[in-house]
């Protein structure tokens, strides 16, 4: 196991050390809303959560953990951010009464709206007699539609020398509508895609997480192209049981903005304790706004409220809250084509169906067993008789 786990962390670390170059920089990319951390959960561990992805929120960070999910699942969230602007999130997931393409378990199919307002821009003109006119406008409004879908395709055990792990691997797929509004006169639209896999070793509480993000042809506005933030990510997670109920996370997280050739790392731990309170702590660093993460979540029965707080960053800090229900009470039952007999005929006019003669169970026979053998008579008695 040991052997194991160094491999896997050693190949982590060369994905996360060798960040591929592209050319751009910083603000080069439009729609930046779609670059944040939009769970509570996943901010208060910094964003480290590609590897994690076990709940609604996998949609924006790793599709292919929209497939662990077991129920249906809801979640509103609420950002306030820079002075007046604010981000709101509102999702969806339902396990589909159907098996994957794998055959191997329900998929899970999601929806969410993702909503944002940068504020208020103030506008002065000087007119020609000396006078001020001043206006306000919405400076900029943004929108993202997502549909996501996330499965199981194999499970089984892998042999890697004396590192024999029995392996969980789920894939998922994203399609985004996107829309954004400049001075509540400039209007610009498109599509994206995000690409993810998600790999579990449960028995040793190992997974590894990579996604690809708002893959499109960016959005125009007026004859100006704006390209998207495309976001490669690449994680690892681990967690362990500790004492009685509790549990602890640890993740790690190199996000790639290869729009605009910058790069993002991130460290973040979750500790559950007995199943109803949750503290986390992250650290980001060579981001836009680096610093310190902190978070908690309070869970009971099916509901779950959270809060995540970027703290003693450079720029700015941004608090999150958001509340989950999970319908634990919904059972999706698997859809189950009825079958149908081929040994029994039609009905032919309006006569009921005649069905095919059945065999005739075979006779049962007493066992075979061995008597004695009796002593042969003489052949010439036999004649005369």
Known sequence: MARGAAALCCLAALLLCAPPAFAGGGGAAGLQILKSDISPRAMGMAGAFTAVSDDIYSMTYNPAGLGQLHFPEASAMYLSGFEDSTLNFLAVGVPLPIKGLGGLAKPVAGISLLTSDAGSFTQRTINGDGTVTSGSYDAQKDLALTFSYGEKVFSGEVNLEAYKPKLDTYVGMSAKYLRSTILEEYTASGFAADFGCLVLDAEHG??????????????????????????????????????????????????????????????????????????????????????????????????????????????????????????????????????????????????PAKEAPQKAAPRKTAPKQDYPQEKKKDSDLFMIF
């Open 206 to 351: 190992l997974s590894m997480g990579v996604s690809l993000s708002n893959m499109g042809s960016g959005l125009k506005y007026v004859s100006a192209n704006t390209k998207l933030p495309t976001i490669l990510r690449l994680g690892l997670s681990y967690q362990h049981a500790t004492i009685m109920d509790q549990a602890i996370i640890l993740a790690a997280d190199g996000d790639f903005y290869t729009t605009e050739g910058q790069q993002s790392y991130r460290v973040g731990l979750e500790y559950h304790f007995e199943k109803i309170f949750n503290l986390r702590l992250g650290y980001r660093a060579e981001n836009d706004n680096p610093g310190m993460t902190v978070g908690m979540g309070l869970r009971y029965d099916d509901m779950s409220l959270d809060l995540g707080m970027a703290a003693a960053s450079e720029v700015y800090n941004a608090s999150q809250l958001s509340f989950t229900y999970k319908f634990s009470g919904i059972k999706v039952k698997q859809y189950e084509r009825k079958l149908k007999y081929k040994d029994v005929e039609p009905s032919k006019a309006g006569k």
